[in-house]
């Protein structure tokens, strides 16, 4: 029977051969390797990765896709968990092992389970999605530019990343609205920031008002937190925006106010 793609799982196949090839070889899995797939849905990619590995496990939310792939391949080579991808604990699942993650991820949940897999980035290895250019754009964005933001900041802090190739609708059944692209994500023996935490916070704050400059919003709220923002070693333009703050930078002010955090008596 023919599966009805569920708009609500944001349920776009990937049909394209070539894609398909390419994002393999992109991965390029090796024998031993932990890796994991979410959302395989009918198994476009689940194919070509098994040519290349053993074993793969998955995490897929929709019940009559898992019971597919349950029927299509033995547990000892595909090892399905029925989960939603932003609730699953891959701390667990990876336990003393490292993951490789990778997946041609629903566009609706990419950027909160990017943030999200932060907090298990010392069991990732590295990822491999296919997310919506746009948001590829805006993960891979250099300060100075349009797209940089909040998740430019919290991806580049932990990870290498790299902007792969794009991939048109027509790759796809039934084809999205929009281009999508595959980004390369290799986790950073030592992030820049030293607490995750008070990373987000900072950028919380920063890119409420992004067009606003440092002057009027960032500086009083660092003054407000017990931090001097003319210390020369944050190197901060009154004038800036935060968009041209790079993300050393940030790094440098989120570990700054960590140890103020850190060192205050607790309450
Ligand atoms: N990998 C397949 C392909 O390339 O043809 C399917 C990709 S489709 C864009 C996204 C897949 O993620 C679907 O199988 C969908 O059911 C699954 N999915 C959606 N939301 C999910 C979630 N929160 N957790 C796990 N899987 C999810």
Not at 37 to 61: D, K, N, S, Y
Not at 126 to 153: N, T
Not at 162 to 174: G, K
Request: net charge neutral.
């Amino acid at each position: 029977m023919k599966h009805a793609p569920r708009k609500r799982f944001g349920q776009h196949f990937l049909t394209d051969h070539s894609v398909i090839a390419a994002i393999v070889s992109a991965i390029a899995p090796r024998a031993g390797e932990r890796l994991v797939e979410i959302g395989p849905g009918l198994g476009a990619l689940t194919v070509g990765l098994l040519e290349r590995t053993e074993r793969l496990e998955a995490v897929e939310i929709d019940r009559d896709l898992v019971a597919r792939l349950r029927h299509r391949w033995p547990a000892e080579r595909l090892m399905v968990h029925e989960a939603d991808a932003l609730a699953f604990d891959f701390k667990t699942l990876a336990g003393s092992d490292r993951l490789r993650l990778v997946g041609n991820l629903p566009y609706n949940i990419s950027s909160p389970l990017l943030i999200g897999l932060l907090s298990s980035r010392k069991v990732i290895i590295d990822q491999h999605f296919m997310l919506q250019k746009e948001v590829v754009d805006r993960i891979v964005a250099r300060h100075g530019c349009a797209d940089y933001g909040r998740l430019s900041v919290m991806l580049q802090a932990h990870h290498h990343v790299e902007q792969l190739f794009d991939v048109p609708p027509e790759a796809f059944d039934p084809p999205p609205r929009v281009e999508s692209s595959v980004v390369r994500l290799i986790t950073r023996p030592e992030p820049m920031a030293r607490d995750l935490d008070s990373l987000e916070r900072l950028m919380a704050i920063a890119f409420a008002q992004r067009r606003k400059m440092l002057r009027g919003t960032l500086m009083p709220w660092l003054r407000s937190q017990g931090l001097d923002p003319e210390d020369p070693r944050f190197a901060l333009e009154p004038t800036a925006r935060p968009e041209e703050v790079a993300v050393t930078q940030w790094a440098g002010l989120a570990d700054a106010l960590f140890s103020l955090r850190s060192a205050a008596p607790a309450r």
